[in-house]
């Protein structure tokens, strides 16, 4: 059973960052292509950022264009634990975070994801 446990939300001022992660594990993120998805009020659920790292070797790591430059994406394998370092926040960024697992096997052509984390909020004032 895929079990994704979310932590690191908060508020912060525009500019700031914030670190979220999510702890699942290893038979998890060595088989599956693992992301972040986010969804503010009123707006569908929309993929962030992905990375599939089999036993240890980056595969694949994409971002949404809205996030490329300002947020990474990385996987330790020491600690079970995925994050999402989110640097240079804007109040657009306002939304639940959610961890996520795709399909078994490496990421897509498209953002899927089965498994769903319970979310953690994030809020970025002006």
């Known amino acids: 059973q895929v079990q994704l446990v979310e932590s690191g939300g908060g508020s912060v001022q525009a500019g700031g960052s914030l670190r979220l992660s999510c702890t699942t594990s290893p038979l998890t993120y060595n088989n599956h292509c693992m992301g972040w998805f986010r969804q503010a009020p009123g707006n569908e659920r929309e993929g962030v950022a992905r990375i599939y790292v089999p036993y240890g070797r980056i595969d694949y790591a994409d971002y949404a264009d809205s996030v490329k430059g300002r947020f990474t994406i990385s996987q330790d394998n020491a600690k079970n634990t995925l994050y999402l370092q989110m640097n240079s926040l804007k109040p657009e960024d306002t939304a639940m975070y959610y961890c996520?697992?795709?399909?078994?096997?490496?990421?897509?052509?498209?953002?899927?994801?089965?498994?769903w984390g319970q979310g953690t909020q994030v809020t970025v004032s002006s």
């Open positions: 996520a697992a795709a399909e078994i096997g490496p990421c897509g052509r498209t953002w899927g994801a089965r498994y």
